[in-house]
């Protein structure tokens, strides 16, 4: 092998300490088949890598990460232009994947973008778009930023403008052509009349003149994007389009000037097939393009929701000031019925704030003083001053509209098999239509040249990869849209597939199905012990633990606490200190019976107090059991009706907590919920949905908290509620803004109804072209079927890749469930047309 078959890659590699560290990583990139040469440098990070063969930037990233070394990634978005159907996406996604150090590259058709993972280091940016413009199709780095997200809208709008005017100049040039050709055919007096005034070589000449026109102005468009195409021997539907209506034109050019060059009888002219040609793509583009841009409305309904301007307060005195050019620990000032401009903190003022549009919860909440703000909600009737606490691209908004985005450009692992099949689709179009032209030739009735010609060109056009690669990308744009509209926010898009093929949904039942924040009920004093003295104790224990429980009893105790030591918190037992000279421990019954400590004065009514709902704790001091504590933790006011609509559905529901069994099964008895999972340490939460996934299949896990982090990594989908923990919250594959519960149904109805839309769209592109490519081929003309025209083979291809769009746009109207109280008909419901109808 040649030195010049030899590949190189720079890369960075972390979890470099020492010199062990470096010989370590280079033997694991040696042991690589076909690695020549590898070279870490501790000092900077770096690996040098040379190989030959076949070998994947993917085997080297796998060797160093099982080497405990792994490769630092990072990611790419960009804009590509130029892309018109699925054979396009597959070309530009070859050409990035041959970048050195590119993992992964996706493109997304309908969004027209592409999002690359590759090896930090490894290349510059700039290389990924030069490779995407080799390949044919320019290409621009995304901004993350609000400010870029509003840019790219008005480009697209220029575009879906300048196609309009396209459509109207094509269409007027095209008409006079189309009258006196089909008008002709029709209407014998109107061809008579044509013939006596006009004259029929003149005719001809107007009609090659209009079509000039229209085929090298506003078609031009097909030409330049096609020939390039079929020159690198990679043709795609602009490829299709030229050559057909080049075939047409060209035909009846030398029909026009040159008729002795042709069989006789067969000089006629096909010059309104092209002109048709061209004008009813340019309108199927041009409503394609329209389509394109209601999918991202809901993108574009949250860009909408930041205000250009805000109000700060310097020195006693405000000032008007773009929102771009806030800064962290800015004074704004947010007057009745402004948006609020960036995430902040309330320094002053009370107001109630309408958060729906980011939460989906259409009920306003009181702000005051030390409460969280954010961007793109809207200020009621009160003045709230606040502190700048994020802004820019760190706000939630921004940070909701960047995740959004991310998920709306996944591909869904159905769509890998249309990848495959649309990758040939072109290719094998163009071959269809050449064997069309021979066997008509060879075969067909006299004249046969004219009908090959007409025959070859309908195949050509009448073909459609633009539907099919649509049909998954536009389902997925809006229906994540939407969803982000009811405030459920798909981090991941391929979870939208997983979790409508999920049988059982598992819930977490703390800050979950409960609102989080206990309330102590109930403290009963053992001898030798009072309210007075027990209560300031098991406070000062539980004072350093964040714990819902811990808070609520130290809520109970007041702030005059005295100090604890030596804290130590038990995992799903509870926990053990040492305030004012005295060892405290506070916990679950499991705690006291390990330490030996007997329980039976309480235990008939802790027995009690569970099958209430209450979690109960048990408290020691110096190793003497002093009292009982029973803390009632309320529902949250949708969980019912979120429980009774998932088994409405069909769905199995499970509640897995640390609380006893009596306290569990009472709350889940309350709730509906036939499975329980109780006395859960963090680590049994894992085997518990291990134990679920095996008994019941595909599986959903709801949770919260910090603890809940690996349960939401092991489940096939991971849910956390908006409300609770960043750890949980980057654990997840979907999050409820709002941490209302029947967030979930909404989330299932999105992921059911996006899947059956995707399953629709792929079945009509799909059969679309499978019975209309051999009719345009005139497979049905021996049995006497029709042959189908150029012009009409234009029209049905134009009017398939709206059909997918307008399909995928139905998904808009899916209702939310947080607004219909805690009636569960309703959260749950199956879109019907009639709910889904643009």
Same mark, same amino acid.
């Given at each position: 092998?040649?030195?010049?078959?030899?590949?190189?890659?720079?890369?960075?590699?972390?979890?470099?300490?020492?010199?062990?560290?470096?010989?370590?990583?280079?033997?694991?990139?040696?042991?690589?088949?076909?690695?020549?040469?590898?070279?870490?440098?501790?000092?900077?990070?770096?690996?040098?890598?040379?190989?030959?063969?076949?070998?994947?930037?993917?085997?080297?990233?796998?060797?160093?990460?099982?080497?405990?070394?792994?490769?630092?990634?990072?990611?790419?978005?960009?804009?590509?232009?130029?892309?018109?159907?699925?054979?396009?996406?597959?070309?530009?996604?070859?050409?990035?994947?041959?970048?050195?150090?590119?993992?992964?590259?996706?493109?997304?058709?309908?969004?027209?973008?592409?999002?690359?993972?590759?090896?930090?280091?490894?290349?510059?940016?700039?290389?990924?778009?030069?490779?995407?413009?080799?390949?044919?199709?320019?290409?621009?780095?995304?901004?993350?930023?609000?400010?870029?997200?509003?840019?790219?809208?008005?480009?697209?709008?220029?575009?879906?403008?300048?196609?309009?005017?396209?459509?109207?100049?094509?269409?007027?040039?095209?008409?006079?052509?189309?009258?006196?050709?089909?008008?002709?055919?029709?209407?014998?007096?109107?061809?008579?009349?044509?013939?006596?005034?006009?004259?029929?070589?003149?005719?001809?000449?107007?009609?090659?003149?209009?079509?000039?026109?229209?085929?090298?102005?506003?078609?031009?468009?097909?030409?330049?994007?096609?020939?390039?195409?079929?020159?690198?021997?990679?043709?795609?539907?602009?490829?299709?389009?030229?050559?057909?209506?080049?075939?047409?034109?060209?035909?009846?050019?030398?029909?026009?000037?040159?008729?002795?060059?042709?069989?006789?009888?067969?000089?006629?002219?096909?010059?309104?097939?092209?002109?048709?040609?061209?004008?009813?793509?340019?309108?199927?583009?041009?409503?394609?393009?329209?389509?394109?841009?209601?999918?991202?409305?809901?993108?574009?309904?949250?860009?909408?929701?930041?205000?250009?301007?805000?109000?700060?307060?310097?020195?006693?005195?405000?000032?008007?000031?773009?929102?771009?050019?806030?800064?962290?620990?800015?004074?704004?000032?947010?007057?009745?019925?402004?948006?609020?401009?960036?995430?902040?903190?309330?320094?002053?003022?009370?107001?109630?704030?309408?958060?729906?549009?980011?939460?989906?919860?259409?009920?306003?909440?009181?702000?005051?003083?030390?409460?969280?703000?954010?961007?793109?909600?809207?200020?009621?009737?009160?003045?709230?001053?606040?502190?700048?606490?994020?802004?820019?691209?760190?706000?939630?908004?921004?940070? !909701?509209? /960047?995740?959004?985005?991310? +998920?709306? &450009?996944?591909? *869904? =692992?159905?769509?890998?098999? $249309?990848?495959? @099949?649309?990758?040939?689709?072109?290719?094998?179009?163009?071959?269809?239509?050449?064997?069309?032209?021979?066997?008509?030739?060879?075969?067909?009735?006299?004249?046969?040249?004219?009908?090959?010609?007409?025959?070859?060109?309908?195949?050509?056009?009448?073909?459609?990869?633009?539907?099919?690669?649509?049909?998954?990308?536009?389902?997925?744009?809006?229906?994540?849209?939407?969803?982000?509209?009811?405030?459920?926010?798909?981090?991941?898009?391929?979870?939208?597939?997983?979790?409508?093929?999920?049988?059982?949904?598992?819930?977490?039942?703390?800050?979950?199905?409960?609102?989080?924040?206990?309330?102590?009920?109930?403290?009963?004093?053992?001898?030798?012990?009072?309210?007075?003295?027990?209560?300031?104790?098991?406070?000062?224990?539980?004072?350093?633990?964040?714990?819902? !429980?811990? /808070?609520?009893?130290?809520? +109970?105790? &007041?702030?005059? *606490? =005295?100090?604890?030591?030596? $804290?130590?918190? @038990?995992?799903?037992?509870?926990?053990?200190?040492?305030?004012?000279?005295?060892?405290?421990?506070?916990?679950?019954?499991?705690?006291?019976?390990?330490?030996?400590?007997?329980?039976?004065?309480?235990?008939?009514?802790?027995?009690?107090?569970?099958?209430?709902?209450?979690?109960?704790?048990?408290?020691?001091?110096?190793?003497?059991?002093?009292?009982?504590?029973?803390?009632?933790?309320?529902?949250?006011?949708?969980?019912?009706?979120?429980?009774?609509?998932?088994?409405?559905?069909?769905?199995?529901?499970?509640?897995?907590?640390?609380?006893?069994?009596?306290?569990?099964?009472?709350?889940?008895?309350?709730?509906?919920?036939?499975?329980?999972?109780?006395?859960?340490?963090?680590?049994?939460?894992?085997?518990?949905?291990?134990?679920?996934?095996?008994?019941?299949?595909?599986?959903?896990?709801v949770g919260d908290g910090i603890n809940d982090a690996p349960a939401l990594a092991a489940a096939d989908v991971g849910i956390a509620i908006?409300?609770?923990?960043?750890?949980?919250?980057?654990?997840?594959?979907?999050?409820?803004?709002?941490?209302?519960?029947?967030?979930?149904?909404?989330?299932?109805?999105?992921?059911?109804?996006?899947?059956?839309?995707?399953?629709?769209?792929?079945?009509?592109?799909?059969?679309?072209?499978?019975?209309?490519?051999?009719?345009?081929?005139?497979?049905?003309?021996?049995?006497?079927?029709?042959?189908?025209?150029?012009?009409?083979?234009?029209?049905?291809?134009?009017?398939?890749?709206?059909?997918?769009?307008?399909?995928?746009?139905?998904?808009?109207?899916?209702?939310?469930?947080?607004?219909?109280?805690?009636?569960?008909?309703?959260?749950?419901?199956?879109?019907?047309?009639?709910?889904?109808?643009?």
């Amino acid at each position: 092998m040649s030195e010049s078959d030899t590949r190189e890659l720079n890369l960075e590699v972390t979890g470099l300490n020492c010199a062990g560290c470096v010989g370590r990583a280079e033997r694991a990139l040696a042991t690589v088949d076909g690695v020549t040469k590898a070279t870490v440098n501790l000092a900077n990070g770096r690996a040098y890598v040379s190989w030959q063969g076949d070998t994947d930037v993917a085997d080297l990233r796998d060797a160093l990460a099982t080497a405990g070394y792994p490769a630092a990634e990072t990611t790419l978005d960009v804009q590509v232009s130029r892309l018109s159907c699925a054979g396009c996406v597959g070309r530009v996604e070859r050409a990035l994947r041959a970048v050195p150090g590119v993992i992964a590259a996706h493109v997304n058709l309908a969004q027209e973008r592409a999002h690359v993972v590759y090896l930090a280091g490894s290349l510059a940016p700039d290389d990924v778009l030069h490779a995407s413009e080799a390949a044919g199709y320019p290409a621009k780095r995304l901004t993350a930023d609000i400010d870029g997200a509003q840019s790219r809208q008005i480009e697209k709008q220029g575009e879906i403008r300048l196609l309009g005017r396209q459509v109207l100049w094509a269409a007027a040039l095209t008409l006079p052509v189309f009258v006196i050709e089909m008008g002709g055919h029709m209407l014998p007096w109107l061809h008579h009349w044509i013939v006596g005034t006009i004259g029929t070589g003149n005719s001809q000449i107007l009609q090659f003149m209009l079509t000039t026109l229209v085929l090298f102005g506003p078609g031009l468009r097909f030409y330049r994007l096609g020939v390039p195409a079929l020159m690198r021997a990679a043709p795609d539907m602009n490829g299709l389009v030229a050559i057909g209506t080049a075939a047409a034109y060209g035909f009846s050019v030398v029909a026009t000037f040159a008729p002795g060059l042709l069989p006789v009888g067969t000089a006629n002219v096909y010059y309104e097939a092209a002109a048709v040609i061209v004008t009813l793509i340019l309108l199927g583009r041009w409503l394609e393009a329209r389509a394109k841009g209601r999918t991202g409305a809901a993108i574009r309904a949250l860009v909408g929701l930041q205000p250009k301007t805000a109000l700060v307060v310097v020195a006693n005195q405000t000032e008007e000031r773009l929102v771009v050019d806030l800064r962290e620990g800015d004074h704004v000032r947010a007057r009745p019925g402004e948006r609020i401009a960036v995430d902040g903190l309330v320094l002053s003022g009370r107001s109630y704030v309408d958060e729906g549009m980011i939460t989906g919860e259409p009920v306003p909440n009181e702000k005051r003083a030390g409460d969280q703000l954010n961007a793109g909600t809207i200020n009621g009737a009160g003045v709230l001053d606040y502190r700048a606490t994020h802004v820019g691209a760190d706000t939630l908004l921004a940070q !909701i509209i /960047r995740m959004v985005e991310q +998920a709306q &450009g996944a591909k *869904l =692992p159905v769509q890998a098999l $249309v990848d495959r @099949i649309t990758l040939w689709f072109v290719p094998a179009v163009i071959a269809i239509a050449a064997l069309t032209v021979t066997a008509w030739l060879l075969f067909g009735p006299a004249p046969a040249l004219p009908l090959a010609l007409v025959a070859g060109v309908s195949v050509l056009i009448i073909a459609c990869p633009c539907a099919m690669g649509l049909a998954t990308p536009t389902s997925i744009m809006v229906g994540i849209g939407r969803a982000a509209q009811m405030g459920v926010l798909f981090r991941k898009g391929d979870a939208l597939q997983r979790l409508q093929e999920t049988s059982i949904v598992a819930l977490d039942k703390t800050g979950t199905l409960t609102q989080g924040r206990p309330t102590l009920t109930v403290l009963r004093c053992a001898e030798g012990f009072d309210r007075a003295t027990l209560l300031p104790l098991l406070a000062a224990a539980e004072a350093q633990s964040e714990h819902p !429980i811990a /808070r609520a009893i130290v809520a +109970a105790a &007041g702030p005059d *606490l =005295p100090a604890a030591t030596d $804290v130590e918190a @038990i995992p799903g037992f509870g926990l053990r200190a040492k305030v004012a000279g005295r060892q405290i421990l506070i916990g679950a019954a499991r705690l006291m019976q390990r330490e030996g400590i007997a329980c039976q004065p309480f235990e008939a009514e802790a027995d009690d107090l569970a099958a209430t709902g209450a979690t109960t704790l048990f408290a020691a001091v110096n190793g003497q059991l002093a009292g009982l504590a029973a803390v009632t933790d309320p529902i949250k006011p949708g969980s019912r009706a979120a429980v009774e609509a998932m088994v409405s559905r069909g769905l199995k529901v499970a509640m897995l907590t640390g609380d006893g069994p009596k306290t569990a099964r009472a709350i889940a008895d309350d709730l509906g919920i036939d499975i329980v999972e109780a006395n859960c340490l963090p680590g049994d939460k894992v085997t518990a949905l291990e134990a679920l996934q095996r008994e019941h299949g595909t599986l959903a896990f709801v949770g919260d908290g910090i603890n809940d982090a690996p349960a939401l990594a092991a489940a096939d989908v991971g849910i956390a509620i908006g409300t609770g923990t960043d750890v949980a919250i980057e654990t997840a594959d979907i999050v409820l803004v709002s941490g209302d519960l029947r967030g979930v149904a909404n989330a299932i109805t999105v992921s059911r109804a996006t899947m059956r839309n995707i399953r629709q769209n792929l079945g009509w592109a799909f059969g679309y072209n499978i019975l209309l490519v051999p009719v345009a081929a005139g497979l049905l003309v021996p049995f006497g079927g029709p042959l189908l025209s150029p012009g009409l083979a234009a029209g049905a291809m134009a009017l398939s890749s709206v059909f997918v769009l307008s399909n995928a746009l139905r998904l808009r109207r899916m209702r939310s469930g947080l607004d219909q109280g805690d009636t569960a008909t309703n959260v749950l419901a199956e879109p019907t047309l009639e709910e889904v109808r643009p």
